[in-house]
């Protein structure tokens, strides 16, 4: 086992390009993350990505700012492991200032429209391949050609049209590569289809931040800022680097501790999405980590391209959760407020049948089934056969609350690197701190983390 520098100043944990080349110049400079939490419940690295926003003028928005800047990172990585995210809010509410603040470190790798139409983007011709696609705000009306290239990474078009002499021909056309897409959006107007695809980011309206966001406008104004957040700008665009020279040798980002969130997460339809939502957003957090060398690495042996594993840790789930927030669980709410029904239908009933339940609680006898299982499932009930039916019985426990735990240790790491490539093919490359290799554990309820 390899190990490499993760502290302090750091060094890369993964192989440069050859001497004199702009990449590896890049991953000799220096990033400096403080030793100690910048955020409480957040890993170093992202904690510091935050600071530099708000340094940058960003009011508040911590856990947006964070999932949209680790979004922005995964243009880097095969199209697989690239994320998608919509602000959403009211008229006024501070969307464009959000996206606009995040955006700006990368806005070299922009592609911006105001408005988008299907015919325009088949025949612009330009690749956005690793590009991050930004839409001003979705209007109801996004072209279908949108939501291909957001799964696909590739448009073919077989269009008729005029040749030279006036006469239609068929002429093909194909836009590769799948960018990164970043849009607001207002109300309920996003296409269903596009929003599956994407991760909504809900933006802060409460009182207390309309207070913070009136307060800094009239800083602004009181004082002046010589700086402007340029300073802070290039720290995240340094980290952006440090990714694409990573990023252009990764094969796939992998969770090795994934299935113990099986238990955890509702059997329900919205989780065909939400797990997709979850598991990215930890591998776009373990890529960034890892670009800073706070991440193992299996490094395959005699390969060219892509030849490099990212390994997530639970930290990366810690970081994950904080950062869709409530956004995840307003996906699970009804869920779990209906599951919490159904547990004090039973606590009050002395149990019963699944047939039982749907006519105490007006649901279908699948529905009710469903929730039941959930219940024994997560050990707030039990269920036992008798004479064909089972019986469900309500425990003693507190009311039902998402529950998310993960724990991974460092001999836990070589004996699932041990099994995936038996064969000593690979290196596995660890950074010397250990501290990410510490369990993880989230608990969440209908009210959010």
Not at 65 to 71: D, F, H, I, K
Not at 302 to 315: H, K, N
Not at 353 to 382: F, I, K, P
Request: aromatic share 8%; hydrophobic share 35%.
């Amino acid at each position: 086992m390899k190990s490499a520098l993760a502290a302090g100043v750091l060094e890369p944990s993964w192989p440069t390009k050859p001497p004199g080349s702009e990449l590896e110049l890049v991953a000799r400079s220096a990033v400096l993350i403080p030793p100690y939490p910048l955020i409480a419940g957040v890993s170093r690295p992202l904690g510091y990505v935050i600071k530099q926003y708000q340094e940058m003028g960003l009011v508040g928005e911590e856990r947006n700012s964070a999932n949209l800047s680790l979004s922005c990172f995964t243009r880097h990585l095969p199209a697989i492991n690239r994320r998608h995210v919509i602000p959403e809010g009211a008229s006024g509410s501070g969307k464009t200032t959000l996206t606009r603040i995040c955006l700006r470190p990368f806005w070299k790798d922009v592609v911006y429209y105001t408005r988008l139409t299907g015919p325009g983007l088949e025949r612009s011709g330009i690749s956005l391949d690793g590009k991050i696609l930004y839409i001003e705000q979705l209007e109801g009306n996004q072209p279908d050609q949108l939501k291909y290239l957001m799964t696909e990474g590739n448009i073919k078009i077989l269009s008729a049209e005029r040749d030279s002499s006036g006469k239609f021909v068929g002429i093909e056309r194909q836009l590769p590569g799948e960018p990164v897409l970043v849009s607001g959006a207002v109300g309920t107007v996003v296409d269903p289809q596009l929003r599956n695809r994407a991760s909504s980011l809900e933006i802060d309206e409460s009182e207390e931040q309309t207070t913070r966001i009136m307060r800094s406008k009239l800083e602004h104004w009181a004082n002046v800022h010589a700086d402007d957040g340029e300073s802070a700008c290039a720290q995240i665009q340094l980290i952006d680097k440090r990714c694409k020279l990573l990023g252009q040798s990764v094969k796939e980002v992998k969770i090795p501790f994934a299935m113990q969130l099986e238990q955890g997460l509702p059997k329900v339809l919205s989780m065909r999405r939400g797990t997709d939502r979850l598991t990215s957003l930890i591998g776009a957090d373990a890529f960034m980590n890892a670009a800073l060398g706070f991440r193992p690495l299996v490094q395959l042996k005699e390969q060219v391209g892509r030849y490099v594993y990212v390994i997530a840790l639970p930290e990366d789930l810690t970081d994950a959760l904080y950062c869709l927030g409530e956004a995840f669980t307003d996906s699970l709410t009804g869920f779990l407020e209906r599951a919490r029904q159904v547990y004090e239908a039973l606590q009050k009933n002395g149990g019963g049948s699944s047939s039982d339940m749907a006519g105490v609680l007006m649901l279908s006898q699948n529905r009710a089934r469903e929730y039941l299982n959930y219940l024994v499932e997560q050990r707030y009930a039990t269920k036992t056969h008798n004479k064909g039916t089972y019986r469900y019985e309500a425990k003693p426990h507190d009311a039902p609350k998402l529950k998310l735990r993960a724990s991974f240790t460092e001999s836990d790491l070589k004996h699932w690197f041990d099994k995936q490539f038996p064969d000593n093919n690979a290196d596995l490359i660890t950074p010397e701190t250990k501290t990410e290799f510490e369990s993880s554990a989230a608990d969440t309820g209908a009210d959010g983390i």
